[in-house]
């Protein structure tokens, strides 16, 4: 994997971290009904899931390049 395809990875898994993150907080204080905070929290769960994975594989791929 080249070194910009890595940094492209940890770009992506850093926007999905900050944007789903900044989501629960604000979800929290909101006065939705429960069903939408179950599915955003479970879609919330799964996209930091990927976001990490995402972000390991980049940041391997860098160290792996020095």
């Known amino acids: ?26 979800m929290v204080g909101t006065d939705d009904s429960v069903g939408f905070k179950v599915v955003h929290g479970v879609l919330a769960v799964i996209s930091l899931g990927f976001g990490v994975a995402v972000g390991w594989i980049g940041w391997k791929a860098l160290r792996a390049q020095h």
């Open 1 to 26: 994997m080249t070194k910009r395809a890595a940094w492209v990875l940890l770009a992506a898994a850093g926007w999905t971290l900050y944007v789903w993150i900044s989501r629960l907080y604000l």
